[in-house]
């Protein structure tokens, strides 16, 4: 069976301290894409990334880092110096080709100025 | 442009009542997604459907019910089975194939009168 886990379901730091929001999926599927998504007060899902299954590099944009990790099954997310602008629900996601998406149960980050 | 529409942004439902929620997308995309999200709580999936005229039951799909008529639109009605539909509903569309992007509509907020 698929499924992600997101286990800190909260989190608060103080503004310009790093965080890392830990995703960890299951699946039998070697065919697979990881996705991340933020979801600001608004409401709507903002895309963040997509990393498949058979690209383990680690990827870095501005202040976002992601490192994807096959041996653990893990897709985890860092912010550097966060900012309160990233306050908002992150969502972990497994995409297995051509099948349901299956989402983590979301972390919700608070950034304290 | 292109993109998901969703409407109502707000939705109010009397006991007993049936109510449709609208989601429309000028992306040419074949598949779509209808997620439930309650407070604090990760997405749920309802129905998906990967072609015109064919859909499947996700995770809780119970008191919902759907139709794939045409490409664009996937409507999802709120039965009065459903005994506790108040929560924020989330469209999505996906990629053809391998479904290798989800994009979201800025959701409908359903309430109980």
């Known amino acids: 069976a698929q499924k992600v886990t997101q286990a800190q379901t909260e989190i608060s730091v103080v503004e310009k301290e790093d965080v890392t929001l830990d995703c960890v999926y299951e699946?039998?599927?070697?065919?697979?894409?990881l996705f991340w998504y933020k979801q600001p007060p608004s409401g709507e899902l903002v895309f963040l990334i997509r990393?498949?299954?058979?690209?383990?590099q680690n990827e870095i944009s501005g202040r976002y880092s992601w490192n994807f990790q096959k041996s653990t099954s893990s897709f985890n997310f860092t912010i550097t110096a966060s900012q309160v602008v990233d306050s908002a629900v992150y969502f972990c996601?497994?995409?297995?080709?051509?099948?349901?998406?299956?989402f983590g149960k979301g972390t919700r980050l608070h950034i304290l100025p | 442009d292109g993109g998901i529409t969703q409407s109502p942004k707000y939705l109010f439902r009397k006991e007993g009542q049936n109510v449709t929620l609208s989601c429309e997308q000028n992306l040419n995309h074949d598949a779509m997604y209808w997620y439930r999200q309650d407070p604090g709580q990760g997405l749920r999936l309802i129905y998906y459907?990967?072609?015109?005229?064919?859909?499947q039951k996700g995770d809780i799909a119970e008191g919902y019910s759907v139709s794939r008529e045409k490409k664009e639109s996937f409507p999802l009605t709120v039965t009065s089975a459903q005994k506790n539909p108040t929560a924020f509903y989330l469209c999505a569309t996906a990629t053809g194939f391998p479904n290798e992007k989800l994009f979201f509509g800025s959701g409908t907020q359903l309430s109980v009168l």
């Open positions: 459907s990967q072609i015109v005229n064919d859909f």
């Open positions: 699946t039998r599927d070697t065919t697979y894409y």
């Open positions: 996601a497994l995409i297995i080709v051509g099948r349901e998406i299956i």
């Open positions: 990393r498949n299954s058979f690209d383990e």
